[in-house]
């Protein structure tokens, strides 16, 4: 079945690059997102990347895709407090749930000062 | 108000209660979403509209009922909630869900419950 696995926890220091790993098993998906969550808050979606791209930059962010692999990984560049949040991956699905997005667990991200 | 909106923002209710979910889109949008947000799970779609028409439910529990009246209004209906349905419960919109377009979603701020 469809399933997007990401690690439950990353801690970074302000200044550093923050990194987002995703996994996912969907080989049909047609376009994956990245979505941050901050506390009492609802989805905010943050960049996407279509399925024939291998890399995305907006601003401070880079999406990079692997096919092959079905690896997402988002970076964050020069990441401050105000990026703690929790990061979610998600695949729109072209399978069993069409058209339905598939979201992963989601990555809480700490930055500390 | 722009975006997703939803009332209440927190709710605590007992078991024998009946409360009702609202949310309303300012987006123009065609489909709307009820999610489930679970501490330490996924985030579980339970159900989706299109053109106010219900294209899903992912085997929701009836004491859980989706009303969409038109395209910018969805609500959900609870009586006899249990206490494990305690959750974040948040609505989407997207433009609609045909296609291969991007259809990506827009979510509100969700409404948390609790329930004694």
């Known amino acids: 079945g469809e399933d997007v696995e990401q690690s439950l926890f990353l801690s970074v220091r302000e200044g550093d690059s923050s990194v987002i790993n995703c996994t996912y098993t969907?080989?049909?998906?047609?376009?994956l997102y990245w979505y941050k969550q901050e506390p009492g808050a609802g989805l905010q979606l943050l960049t996407y990347i279509f399925s024939n791209m291998d890399m995305k930059q907006d601003q401070r962010l880079t999406v990079l895709l692997n096919k092959k692999d079905k690896h997402l990984s988002l970076r964050i560049a020069d990441t401050q407090t105000g990026d703690s949040a929790i990061y979610f991956c998600?695949?729109?699905?072209?399978?069993?749930?069409?058209?339905?997005?598939?979201f992963g667990k989601g990555t809480k991200l700490s930055v500390k000062p | 108000e722009t975006g997703v909106t939803q009332t209440p923002r927190h709710l605590v209710m007992g078991m024998t209660n009946k409360k009702s979910l609202k949310c309303e889109q300012h987006l123009g949008h065609n489909a709307m979403y009820w999610y489930k947000q679970s501490a330490k799970k996924p985030l579980e779609l339970m159900f989706v509209?299109?053109?106010?028409?219900?294209?899903e439910n992912n085997s929701v529990p009836s004491r859980f009922s989706p009303e969409c009246p038109n395209s910018s209004h969805l609500f959900l209906h609870l009586h006899t909630l249990q206490p494990e349905d305690s959750a974040l419960y948040l609505c989407?919109?997207?433009?609609?869900?045909?296609?291969?377009?991007?259809?990506?979603?827009?979510f509100g701020p969700g409404t948390r419950l609790t329930v004694l």
């Open positions: 998600a695949e729109r699905s072209r399978g069993g749930s069409q058209g339905n997005l598939i």
């Open positions: 969907d080989s049909s998906s047609t376009y």
């Open positions: 509209y299109n053109f106010k028409e219900q294209t």
């Open positions: 989407a919109s997207s433009q609609d869900r045909g296609g291969g377009g991007r259809h990506e979603q827009f």
